[in-house]
């Protein structure tokens, strides 16, 4: 548990702004949906609770009047060793709180894939195809699999224990999920919870078509790309710890110039050089009143390519695409000059406050704030 201890000292570095109600920040979602369905989940094995998650997903009604309705999960504190799979739309897991509703489950995908007979190291595939086909390959290898949209995750933590748990691997620190998303997982939201790893891509939602994320007062740990998000993603007042001299970030949003990662008001710490983001496909970093530690290196966000195997590289149809505000490094002015201020005056006011930030990322398609405000009154009345 020592691992959630640090974790839980690490979130005190969150912005005030962190600690407002996010129905404050957004108006209520539409009334228009039915009262949600409730499931109970208790590691003690109460009464009338499930006594595993999965258990709890699976009895879930995917047909008749009853498959379209939301589903809440409340999970009671306690360790939860399993890994999720969770293929319907609609789901809500809430835990009980950061420290005390931990999910966990040690899993490293390259022997994952070995297990399955599918491991290659083949170039990197161009385009949205083949990509996609060999990222379905992952399915089962993160501690929490989704395959599904409308989707949140609130008041837990996921946990990838496979470093720890196995600290002579060689191979310890390579791809660990905590969390991956498939090409069908959009709309995924989570909020006051952390998501660990000691490895690479921590947070992992690839739906490269039309993914689309808000991550709210999240907590994100691991060595490389621990959040690497496919399509848009929208991340405020949240934490991120890097044990690495790697990227923190990483963003695939080639298949549209609209697609961006952006995170506001939010703080990076790392061990002294850890950099700040990195990009194989084009991607778009939008970064606005984030706080950096000192230890941040001075490397610019960049694009990784393969002097050697330059068949691995990606095409850079849109080159660099990386823009900041009132950005600042702790115990240093001015910040590096690749972090000063780029933003145009139309771009201060598209990111001015979360609500701006939605509706500029996610325009009509989606109001994740609303829905957000619409499952806290739910968990707050039942």
Known sequence: MLWVLACCCALLFVSNAATADVTAKAPAAANTEQPPLWRQVAATGAPD???TIQAALDSLPTTGPDAKRWAVIRISPGLYREKLFLTRDKVVLAGSGLSQTIIQYPILRQQFLAARHTFSRAALPSGAR????????????????????????????????????????????????????????????????????NGADTMSLWNKQNGLYLHRQSFFSGRVDMLCPRGSALVLDSDFVNHNQAATLWHDGELSPEQQLVVLNSHFHGVSGFMLGRRHYDGQFVLAGNTF?????????????????????????????????????????????????????AQA????????????LFGARWQPLAELARSRQWLSNK
């Open 49 to 51: 609770s499930f006594h």
């Open 293 to 345: 530690s000192s230890a941040l290196a001075n490397q610019p966000i960049f694009r990784r390519t393969y002097p050697l195997e330059p068949q691995r590289d990606q095409p850079n149809r849109y080159g660099d695409r990386n823009f900041y505000l009132q950005n600042q490094i702790q115990n240093q002015s001015p910040a590096y000059p690749w972090l000063a201020d780029n933003f145009s005056a």
């Open 130 to 197: 083949g990509l996609q086909q060999q990222l379905e390959k992952d399915w089962g290898a993160a501690v929490v699999n989704i395959a599904a949209s409308d989707i949140q995750l609130l008041d837990l933590a996921v946990h990838n224990s496979y470093a720890l748990e196995n600290p002579q691997d060689p191979a310890r620190f390579e791809h660990q999920f905590a969390v991956r998303g498939f090409a069908n997982a959009s709309r995924i939201i989570t909020d006051q919870s952390q998501f660990a790893s």
């Open 349 to 360: 006011t598209a990111y001015a406050d979360a609500q701006s930030a939605s509706m500029t």
